[in-house]
């Protein structure tokens, strides 16, 4: 859990801005995302090949653009 020390002279926001940048850098923000909602290990098995498949076929088409220019 990120601490942040804040001192009687200085203002609340910047103490939250600190509090909000900590949380960022360990992750925080992410790690509740990803706790929201359950998925299921085949629901999660089946997003992670689609996505895979998605990045081929778009290195695919990548490729293949660059050699129609180069031709």
Known sequence: MPIVHVED???IDRALKQFKRK???EGLFYEIKKRKHFVKPSEQKRKEKLEARKKL???LRQERNRLKRLD
């Open 9 to 11: 002279s200085e203002a």
């Open 23 to 25: 949380c960022e850098r």
């Open 57 to 59: 076929l778009k290195k």
